[in-house]
């Protein structure tokens, strides 16, 4: 090759923290481009190309439907719009109808309905008390996505009913009260198990796995605990793009460390947990009333939610709801999101988006 010829090298990978650093030193690839989770603009750019393979109707808002996604990658947009296609075609429709958008991103998050699964009536009682608790907690609190589905027909793999909480846009940070509000509403469904029937069931599961997660990353990551102070101790590199996916280390602090995050993980949960017990059981009418409800009609929405809290205004001791008046915002409606999930088994579940990694901070 002479000087004025040049060779271009492209290179990609899911996993740039576990690559040699001697491929990343300078001159040898010049340019790294992070390709990061598509926000709003970057969602509704794919999702225009994969709709040009599909026949849709007027209904369909690509914008909508882009800002009711957030955390989709390329790979569930994909997805959606098929699933949308399957939909439209199982319902004999020459065209794919907004409506059939809506039930394929409830798919792409919670799975597949399986309103043929047999439940017992009574364990079906318990789901419905457990998904309130997480939507009165979540409605209860400051900082919360607001709810906008619950349900009690089981879907996916484990989750025999799903609360459904719609972010009000992209987050790039989440402070530390939104996390303690996160955690709360997690523990929101054992909190109600726990108050009604005096003991939990194992359907929590996945939900304090969720919630535990968080409460460490909070002190070992992001320096959340006065306790422990603005230290990181985390010994785990977190891939920016896979979201589970991590390499251990060394451990980085002594072991009498390891124990006081332990403490204070533990900490956080059970004050957490009292919080939810504690909104809970100053609200048990709303719950016994939604709980009924929703037994009734296995699937509520926003509105539904709202008409039965305007039936029970609420006295001076309960703390500012974000729910807000359908009306007033956006119009923007359906769902996404968080899906609390009684499950069964452990399910592959969208934790929270993963804060921005490493220098974002
Ligand atoms: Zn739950």
Do not use: W
């Not at 009604?196 to 194992?202: L, P, V």
């Not at 070992?220 to 985390?234: D, I, N, P, Q, W």
């Amino acid at each position: 090759f002479s000087s004025d010829q040049s060779v271009i090298v492209i290179g990609a990978t899911n996993r740039p923290e576990t690559l040699d650093p001697a491929l990343m030193r300078p001159g040898r690839f010049d340019r790294n481009v992070l390709v990061d989770r598509p926000d709003f603009k970057g969602r509704l750019a794919i999702l225009k190309v994969h709709a040009t393979k599909i026949k849709m109707d007027d209904t369909v808002n690509l914008e909508r439907i882009a800002k009711l996604s957030p955390g989709f990658v390329g790979a569930d947009l994909a997805n959606l719009v098929n699933e949308a296609a399957l939909l439209a075609a199982r319902n004999d429709k020459k065209r794919v109808s907004m409506h059939e958008f809506e039930e394929g991103i409830e798919r792409v998050v919670a799975g597949l309905e399986k309103s043929t699964r047999l439940i017992h009536e009574d364990e079906k009682q318990r789901v419905a008390y457990h998904e309130c608790g997480h939507a009165l907690v979540a409605i209860s609190l400051p900082n919360t996505d607001p709810v906008h589905k619950i349900s009690i027909i089981p879907r996916g793999l484990g989750a025999l009913g799903y609360t459904l909480q719609r972010p009000e846009d992209d987050r790039m940070l989440i402070t530390r009260s939104e996390l303690i509000s996160r955690i709360n509403v997690l523990l929101g469904g054992i909190a109600a198990e726990d108050m009604i029937y005096q003991e939990s069931s194992t359907g929590a599961q996945n939900d304090l796995q969720r919630a535990t997660d968080i409460a460490r990353r909070m002190v070992t990551e992001f320096g959340m605990s006065a306790k422990l102070g603005r230290v990181h101790y985390s010994d785990v590199q977190r891939s920016p793009f896979l979201m589970n996916a991590t390499s251990g280390g060394d451990h980085a602090h002594s072991e009498q460390t390891a124990r006081e995050i332990d403490l204070e993980v533990k900490k956080i949960i059970d004050d957490c947990m009292h919080e939810a017990a504690e909104i809970l059981q100053d609200r048990k009418d709303l719950l016994e009333q939604m709980t009924r409800e929703l037994l009734e009609v296995e699937v509520m929405d926003d509105k539904h939610i709202k008409r039965i809290l305007d039936a029970h205004k609420t006295g001076p001791s309960v703390m500012p709801g974000t729910f807000k008046d359908e009306s007033e915002s956006s119009n923007v409606s359906p769902p996404v999101s968080s899906s609390e999930d009684l499950t069964a088994e452990d399910q592959a579940s969208r934790e929270i988006p993963p804060p921005p990694s490493a220098d974002g901070m």
